[in-house]
Nanobody, 127 residues
C-alpha cells in the first residue's frame, strides 16, 4: 500500500507562487498515476492536475497556464507549482494516487472518484 503526505500549503496574497509537494512511500509502484485535487468549503472536490505513468499531464481549465505539475521519480514526490494565485484558488489541496491509465486517464484523470489512495491534504489560502 502507498501512503501520501502533502506539504507546502500556506496563506498567500494574490499573485503568489507556492509549491506543493506530495511524498509517496510504501508501495510506490502503485502510485504511477497521480494527481492534485482541491476542495473548498461547500463545494465538490475538483481535479487540478494529473499525470500518468508515461508522464502525460492533464490540467483543469481553471488552472491551465498557471499551475505546473511535475514528478520526481527518484524521490517519489509529486509537485504542484502554483503561480498567479487568485482568491478562487483557496481550498484544501489533496494528492491522490492509483488513478486510471491510458484512455481512461485522458477521460477521467481529473475525476476524484477514479483514485483510490489519498493524502490528508494541505490548505492553501489566497487573499
Amino acid at each position: 500500500h502507498v501512503q501520501l503526505v502533502e506539504s507546502g500549503g500556506d496563506s498567500v496574497q494574490g499573485g503568489g507562487s507556492p509549491r506543493l509537494s506530495c511524498a509517496a512511500s510504501g508501495d510506490t509502484y502503485s502510485s504511477y498515476c497521480m494527481g492534485w485535487f482541491r476542495q473548498a468549503p461547500g463545494k465538490e472536490r475538483e481535479g487540478v492536475a494529473a499525470i500518468d505513468s508515461d508522464g502525460r499531464t492533464n490540467y483543469g481549465d481553471s488552472v491551465k497556464g498557471r499551475f505546473t505539475l511535475s514528478k520526481d521519480n527518484t524521490e517519489n514526490t509529486l509537485f504542484l507549482q502554483m503561480t498567479s494565485l487568485k482568491p478562487e484558488d483557496t481550498a484544501m489541496y489533496y494528492c491522490a494516487a492509483q488513478g486510471a491509465s491510458g484512455l481512461l486517464f485522458r477521460l477521467l484523470g481529473l475525476q476524484p472518484k477514479t483514485y483510490t489512495v489519498w493524502g490528508q491534504g494541505t490548505q492553501v489560502t489566497v487573499s
